[in-house]
């Protein structure tokens, strides 16, 4: 440890020590509450391979989009990003373009 004698350093390295110290244990708390967050899954990867299965031809994200109104970019943000905050009208348009329910459409996870 260095000690400053103009400032007083040894307790600015001990106050600096223990801010680390305090954001090291929040950060692994935030960590392990994100674990065990639970989230909702969109299952639009798996709906869209039975659909192009049932219907014999691939089928794109874009086709999506163009079919249901959504933009690609919330598209990719429902299948990338845990948690996403969808709108309602978001999910009923793919309900309808899926022909399944709320329940086929999205899952609930406990540990993701």
Not at 25 to 32: H, T, Y
Not at 50 to 72: C, N
Request: aromatic share 8%; charged share 20%.
């Amino acid at each position: 440890m260095q000690f400053n004698k103009l400032t007083g350093g040894a307790s600015i390295v001990r106050c600096m020590h223990a801010t680390a110290v305090r954001t090291h244990n929040r950060s692994a708390r935030q960590l392990a509450a994100h674990q065990e967050t639970p989230v909702i899954r969109f299952r639009l990867t798996e709906l869209l391979s039975e659909k192009a299965f049932r219907e014999g031809r691939r089928i794109e994200w874009q086709d999506v989009a163009q079919a249901t109104g959504i933009h690609k970019a919330t598209l990719s943000r429902m299948l990338n990003i845990r948690g996403y905050n969808a709108s309602i009208s978001s999910v009923d348009s793919l309900c309808r373009f899926f022909g399944c329910q709320v329940g086929d459409l999205l899952v609930y996870v406990l540990n993701p």
